[in-house]
């Protein structure tokens, strides 16, 4: 993905340049919290899109994809629980069941909260890069638990 090829390019230049622990190291997390905050919201789309691909009705298709957008605005466990709840309380209960309180939802809740942090308060983020890669790519599973819970691949 874009974020991926971002954090090996900013860990790059961190290392290259002896940046780490650095306003730089700053700049460049708080950039790469937004890019992946998106991609995520992306990944989210296309799970839904693929589950509702097969529906004929193009005017159901086009309401779950304006809803879609609507309600995964947010991004946190309980707007995607949520979501997936519209669906059916079965397929929020899979999705739940599978990521509350493990590593990905804290590493995700993580990503999310500091997102909000650059966007809306004071901008002050407790990640470094290093962290942030790591919570990245345990962040993931929520993706992968919610395309499980709604039967297609995931996008991850």
Avoid: W
């Amino acid at each position: 993905t874009a974020a991926d090829a971002a954090i090996t390019v900013c860990e790059k230049h961190l290392t290259d340049t002896k940046a780490f622990n650095t306003e730089i190291e700053t700049y460049l997390v708080k950039h790469l919290l937004v890019l992946i905050c998106s991609e995520f919201e992306e990944m989210i789309r296309r799970v839904v899109d693929a589950r509702v691909a097969n529906v004929a009705d193009a005017e159901i298709v086009a309401f779950v994809r304006s809803a879609t957008a609507q309600l995964c605005r947010g991004l946190r466990i309980s707007d995607l629980a949520g979501l997936l709840a519209r669906f059916a309380p079965a397929v929020k209960d899979a999705f739940s069941g599978n990521v509350t309180n493990t590593a990905a939802h804290t590493s995700f809740d993580t990503i999310i909260s500091n997102r909000i942090q650059v966007a809306h308060t004071t901008g002050t983020i407790n990640l470094t890069l290093l962290e942030l890669k790591q919570r990245y790519e345990e962040s993931k599973g929520i993706i992968r638990h919610f395309a499980t819970a709604l039967n297609v691949g995931h996008p991850c």
